[in-house]
């Protein structure tokens, strides 16, 4: 099987910074698609970056502009660097990786364990 396994989370200020990471292992062949959810306080998970399997990236609106989805496939990583935090970022952030394994021989998508980001003065 997969395991996802995150780091870099943590308490900054409000206009810090934060860079998440979250490394693949197991039986690999190939990913298809490398996101970046999260769940904030009492609310739905929601999705904050996607890079797609043709190397396609989007954003959410409140991510545009101030976090970068990065991915190192040699790696099998996923990055996030998050700019200019504001204290409506915290949550719990979740990396999903959509991974193809040689055993068994299926494709689906796995999740990390999640890190705690909170942006507080």
């Known amino acids: 099987q997969v395991q996802l396994v995150e780091s870099g989370g943590g308490l900054v200020q409000p206009g810090g910074s934060l860079r998440l990471s979250c490394a693949a292992s197991?039986?690999?062949?190939?990913?298809?698609?490398m996101a970046w959810y999260r769940q904030p306080p009492g609310k739905q998970r929601e999705l904050v970056a996607r890079?797609?399997?043709?190397?396609?990236?989007s954003y959410a609106d409140s991510a545009k502009g101030r976090f970068t989805i990065s991915g190192d496939n040699a790696k099998n990583t996923v990055y996030l660097q998050m700019n200019s935090l504001k204290p409506e970022d915290t949550a719990v952030y979740y990396c999903?990786?959509?991974?193809?394994?040689?055993?068994?021989?299926?494709?689906?998508?796995?999740w990390g364990q999640g890190t705690q980001v909170t942006v507080s003065s």
């Open positions: 999903n990786q959509n991974v193809r394994t040689l055993v068994p021989n299926t494709r689906k998508d796995y």
């Open positions: 197991g039986s690999i062949v190939g990913i298809y698609g």
């Open positions: 890079i797609s399997s043709g190397g396609s990236i």
